[in-house]
C-alpha cells in the first residue's frame, strides 16, 4: 500500500496479557515513530527507529514497553503484562530521513488497544 | 526540550465564519511548526508547515498559518468555515537536531454549526 499500515485496527484484551502491535511504514522511508493519543488528548512521543536502531526511546513509559524494528521497515510495539490505564490509540509513523527532511511525519491510523 | 500549548480544547463556528485556532510553542532553538488535521476514524493528516522559509504558510482546504517569532505563535486561520471542517485539529514542533520528533499540543476540536 502507499501508507502507513497498522495492525490490528482494534484490540482487545484482559489485564495482565501481552499485546503485539504492527506497523508497516511507507516503502523506503528510514524513521518510524510511535505515538501514544489517550482520550482527549494530543499524541505523545513514545519511541523513534533510525533504520534498525532505536534513536530515542525516551518516551517509553516503563519497562513493559519495547519496540523492535529488526530489518528497518516493519516495527512491532510490544506491552507486557497491560494494564488498564495503557488503553489508547497507538498510532505509528514514518518519515523519509529523520533527521534530514523537513521534518514532515506519515501517520497510519492507529490500533486502538482496550484492556479490560 | 520544545512544547506546544493550543488555547481552547474546543470550538464552534458557524459556516461562512472565521477559523481562528490558537498555538504557542516553546522551543530554545528556532523549530519546525505543524498543524496535523484528524478527521473521526482517520489518522493525522499534514495540514501546513513551517520550516524556516516563509513565515506565511498556505496549506490544504484554505488553511494558512503565520509564524511570529515575537510572540512564539503559530496560530492557524481559515476565513471562511465549511462543514466538513469540522475535526480536531494538533499543532506540533519538532527539532532537526532532534530527529524530527514530534511534540504535540493537546488539539482543539471543531464543530461547525450550519
Known amino acids: 500500500g502507499a501508507g502507513v499500515s497498522q495492525t490490528p485496527s482494534n484490540k482487545v484484551t484482559e489485564k495482565g496479557k501481552y499485546v503485539e502491535l504492527r506497523c508497516d511504514p511507507i516503502?523506503?522511508?528510514?524513521?518510524l515513530y510511535w505515538y501514544r493519543q489517550s482520550l482527549g488528548q494530543g499524541p505523545e512521543f513514545l519511541i523513534y527507529?533510525?533504520?534498525?536502531?532505536?534513536?530515542?526511546d525516551s518516551g517509553l513509559p516503563n519497562d513493559r514497553f519495547f519496540a523492535v524494528r529488526p530489518e528497518g521497515s516493519v516495527s512491532t510495539l510490544k506491552i507486557q503484562r497491560t494494564e488498564r490505564g495503557d488503553s489508547a490509540v497507538y498510532l505509528c509513523?514514518?518519515?523519509?530521513?529523520?533527521?534530514?527532511?523537513?521534518?514532515?511525519?506519515?501517520f497510519g491510523e492507529g490500533s486502538r488497544l482496550t484492556v479490560l | 526540550a520544545q512544547s506546544v500549548t493550543q488555547l481552547g480544547s474546543h470550538v464552534s463556528v458557524s459556516e461562512g465564519a472565521l477559523v481562528l485556532l490558537r498555538c504557542n510553542y516553546s522551543?530554545?532553538?528556532?523549530?519546525?511548526l505543524f498543524w496535523y488535521v484528524q478527521y473521526p476514524n482517520q489518522g493525522l493528516q499534514l495540514l501546513l508547515k513551517?520550516?524556516?522559509?516563509?513565515?506565511l504558510v498556505k496549506g490544504i482546504n484554505g488553511f494558512e498559518a503565520e509564524f511570529k517569532k515575537s510572540e512564539t505563535s503559530f496560530h492557524l486561520t481559515k476565513p471562511s468555515a465549511h462543514m466538513s471542517d469540522a475535526a480536531e485539529y494538533f499543532c506540533?514542533?519538532?527539532?532537526?537536531?532532534?530527529?524530527?520528533?514530534?511534540?504535540f499540543g493537546g488539539g482543539t476540536r471543531v464543530l461547525v454549526k450550519p
Open positions: 527507529f533510525q533504520g534498525t536502531g532505536a534513536a530515542d
Open positions: 522551543s530554545s532553538v528556532p523549530p519546525y
Open positions: 509513523a514514518s518519515s523519509p530521513q529523520g533527521g534530514a527532511n523537513s521534518g514532515e511525519l506519515f
Open positions: 513551517y520550516t524556516s522559509a516563509a513565515t
Open positions: 506540533a514542533v519538532s527539532l532537526k537536531a532532534a530527529g524530527n520528533k514530534l511534540t
Open positions: 516503502s523506503g522511508h528510514t524513521a
